[in-house]
């Protein structure tokens, strides 16, 4: 790897690195009436990028029996205005160990995937489809740069998502739920007794419950949501490239919410579904927590070494890519809200008549704020109780109006796993959260 750093600095680039990755993957998958391996093998490879004249020069390779470096440099075109933060020499191995690494066979897997599918159907007659996913990822990577930094990183991500489908008379519901972490197999780490009673109680609440009223409500987001909303409605606003010319660019320093609304994107957890752990990104630089709004203020972007540069700042450790053939993008980690000091039940208690909302089921989000995610799992609060459960609900709203109408925070506190798409990517992160209490638009989704 010295030598191509050596070729690349001789042809005349001023800075270039390179990142290996070698990852084993298994991907599991049963229905009510199939059982397949959908993949099981490695993936493994290479990419040099060389800044040179001013501009990016890229090539990926999974051997190197072409002129890689001559590739990398021919691709380099652009404005010549490329310009990033040069860092010191470091070198460093990081292992995230698990608790329960995933030692079984993938037949071992399978069973354990086929109890947990027909736990589930046993738990519910009226739930006639059902598809359980199980993946695993042993994850290593080298990262080298011309600055003398060489990084090693291995870890191990598992995931393991539920999704059932269920009848009664002319009413359809579905559910859904995951689990996923960095602990080890997913069947040991967590229980997945769990995971049905999930399953089941969200079958349950979807084919009995009630469609909301329309219009502006009261409601107690639960984490799930609250997660899933600071990463969709203000996480992606926050990543430098839509930062800079978007709607938090001229907002820095700002009020924008109460003391009690900090949010932060970080690439450290001690929880297990924090998904987005990553003491370094793919530029080799060390994760530090970014707060995106701080006590209510505007405070800090996502950047990568370009873009701090060109903002004048310390690089954040978000530039991450999806696999060796992908660039890096600035991308989020852990995106969460930092608890406050009310219980649920006190935020529940104040709220008249309105909802508690509890998981939610996709969305759409803008790049002018605006947002509108599904909730999957809600109830109704009446006089300060919770009482029926919802289903067909949506919520909407304006990421910066919404953060202003936060009127509580609790001390609850917890991380989600999932996955974000950008680009064309799409790599595991966390989203989280306290339960806060919020006025926003909420209405029926059909």
């Known amino acids: 790897m010295h030598e191509l750093l050596k070729r690349a600095e001789d042809r005349g680039a001023t800075f270039s690195d390179i990142r290996l990755y070698d990852v084993e993957e298994l991907s599991l998958f049963a229905s009510e009436s199939l059982k397949q391996v959908s993949s099981l093998g490695k993936d493994k490879g290479g990419s040099l990028r060389v800044l040179f004249q ?19 440099m021919d691709s380099a075109y652009g404005d010549e205005r490329v310009n990033i933060v040069m860092l010191p020499p470091l070198h460093n191995n990081i292992k995230i160990s698990p608790k329960s690494p995933v030692n079984k066979s993938p037949e071992e897997i399978m069973a354990d ?55 009664e008379g002319n009413v359809v519901a579905s559910a859904s739920t995951s689990v996923a972490t960095y602990l080890g197999y997913p069947f040991e780490v967590f229980d997945v007794n769990d995971v049905v009673e999930t399953v089941k109680r969200r079958v349950e609440n979807q084919l009995k419950g009630k469609t909301p009223r329309g219009g502006d409500s009261d409601v107690v987001l639960a984490p799930d949501v609250v997660g899933v909303f600071s990463h969709e409605a203000l996480g992606h606003l926050a990543e430098a490239d839509l930062a800079t010319n978007g709607i938090l660019g001229n907002l820095r320093g700002r009020k924008i919410a109460e003391d009690f609304v900090t949010v932060i994107d970080s690439g450290k957890s001690d929880l297990p579904m924090a998904h987005g752990v990553l003491p370094y990104d793919d530029e080799g630089v060390e994760s530090r927590d970014v707060k995106i709004v701080d006590k209510g203020k505007v405070s800090e972007f996502l950047v990568d070494r370009y873009y701090a540069a060109y903002l004048g700042e310390k690089p954040t450790g978000n530039a991450r890519a999806e696999d060796f053939r992908s660039p890096v993008l600035v991308r989020m980690r852990n995106t969460f809200m ?109």
């Open 113 to 167: 995937v086929v109890k947990l599918r027909d736990a589930i159907l046993g738990s519910d007659p009226r739930i006639r489809s059902i598809n359980v996913r199980f993946n695993s990822s042993k994850v290593h990577k080298e990262y080298y740069s011309s600055e003398d930094r060489e990084i090693t990183l291995d870890f191990e991500l598992t995931y393991l998502s539920v999704r059932a489908i269920a009848r």
């Open 338 to 446: 930092l608890p406050g000091d009310r219980t649920k039940e006190e935020l529940i208690q104040e709220v008249k008549e309105g909802y508690l909302l509890s998981s939610p089921l996709g969305g759409q989000t803008g790049p002018d704020g605006t947002f509108q995610f599904g909730i999957q799992e809600g109830y109704k609060i009446e006089k300060g109780e919770v009482t029926e459960p919802l289903r067909n609900v949506g919520i909407a709203g304006y990421t910066l109006e919404t953060l202003g109408r936060i009127t509580g925070v609790s001390k609850d506190f917890d991380i989600w796993p999932g996955f974000c798409g950008k680009g064309g990517q799409s790599v595991p992160v966390g989203t989280g959260g306290p339960y806060i209490k919020v006025r926003v638009k909420v209405g029926q989704v059909e």
């Open 54 to 72: 001013g501009n990016w020069g890229y090539a990926y390779f999974s051997d190197l029996s072409q002129d890689i470096v001559k590739t990398a």
